[in-house]
């Protein structure tokens, strides 16, 4: 039973660009949540996806977006690079919305030059 | 912010000992959760204690948790090597679906 599963592993952009990184659930899980970790600190909640719908959305700008798909797979879309959106992007899934256990992903890790 | 605090930041101990680190935060929980992550890398889920209980154990693990003072404890009996890692508190607020909302993280060395 494969866990949750992140790509990419690393990534490397400049500052205005756009990025997207993608996550799959585990199976049997059909709600996805985002969070951003950013060095030395603990991770910050996003947004998270339920039947395709944002459910929830951290104290995030708008430039960080994000869609689920019919097979409960998300991508988290950050427009306009900054250099402070350097971080650690963690994915978790559960089963519902409700459910208190996340199971977290291996993580983007993403730099800005 | 409604972020938890954890103390101590770092702590490093021998091989054999035990761990303590603690954790507090500011309002009302459905539930209080703790994480280790190595590396850097994806949070591994320990152990989770609700609201309504004062202690729960797992293997080594023994959590603590006091609403009336809003802290919470993780104690890690006869450390390992294998032990070392960021520990991470995270809460589940009233009414917040299941959003985790972390504390700050203790780094733990264990040393041979």
Same mark, same amino acid.
């Given at each position: =039973?494969?866990?949750?599963?992140?790509s990419?592993?690393?990534?490397i952009?400049t500052?205005g !660009? !756009?990025?997207t990184? $993608?996550?799959?659930?585990?199976?049997?899980? =059909?709600?996805?949540?985002?969070?951003?970790?950013?060095l030395? !600190?603990g991770p910050q909640f996003?947004?998270?996806?339920? *039947?395709e719908?944002?459910?929830?959305? /951290? &104290?995030?700008?708008d430039?960080f977006?994000g869609?689920?798909f019919? %097979?409960?797979s998300? *991508? #988290? %879309?950050?427009n306009a690079?900054?250099l402070g959106d350097?971080? @650690?992007? #963690?994915c978790?899934?559960?089963?519902?919305?409700?459910t208190?256990?996340?199971?977290?992903?291996? /993580?983007?890790r +993403?730099?800005v030059l | 912010?409604?972020? /938890?605090?954890? =103390?101590?930041?770092? @702590?490093?101990?021998?091989e054999?000992?035990n761990?303590t680190?603690n954790c507090s935060?500011?309002?009302s929980? %459905? &539930?209080l !959760?703790?994480y280790?992550?190595n590396?850097? $890398?994806?949070l591994?889920?320990l152990?989770?204690?609700?609201?309504n *209980? $004062?202690?729960?154990?797992?293997g080594?693990l023994?959590?603590t948790l006091?609403?009336s003072?809003k802290?919470?404890?993780?104690?890690?009996?006869a450390s390992r090597?294998a =032990?070392?890692?960021s520990y991470?508190?995270?809460?589940? +607020?009233?009414?917040g679906?299941?959003? @985790?909302t972390f504390g700050?993280g203790t780094?733990?060395?264990v *040393?041979?």
């Amino acid at each position: =039973d494969a866990g949750v599963t992140q790509s990419p592993t690393h990534l490397i952009k400049t500052r205005g !660009q !756009q990025v997207t990184l $993608r996550c799959s659930p585990k199976s049997g899980h =059909d709600t996805v949540s985002w969070y951003q970790q950013a060095l030395g !600190q603990g991770p910050q909640f996003i947004f998270q996806y339920y *039947e395709e719908e944002e459910r929830q959305r /951290g &104290n995030f700008p708008d430039r960080f977006s994000g869609h689920q798909f019919p %097979n409960y797979s998300s *991508e #988290l %879309n950050v427009n306009a690079l900054w250099l402070g959106d350097s971080a @650690l992007y #963690l994915c978790a899934s559960s089963k519902d919305w409700s459910t208190d256990t996340q199971y977290f992903g291996p /993580g983007t890790r +993403l730099t800005v030059l | 912010s409604q972020q /938890g605090e954890e =103390d101590p930041q770092a @702590l490093s101990i021998q091989e054999g000992e035990n761990a303590t680190m603690n954790c507090s935060y500011k309002t009302s929980i %459905n &539930n209080l !959760q703790w994480y280790r992550q190595n590396s850097g $890398r994806g949070l591994v889920h320990l152990i989770l204690i609700r609201s309504n *209980e $004062r202690e729960k154990h797992s293997g080594r693990l023994r959590v603590t948790l006091d609403t009336s003072k809003k802290s919470s404890s993780l104690l890690i009996t006869a450390s390992r090597a294998a =032990d070392t890692a960021s520990y991470f508190c995270a809460f589940i +607020l009233t009414g917040g679906g299941n959003k @985790l909302t972390f504390g700050t993280g203790t780094q733990l060395k264990v *040393e041979l």
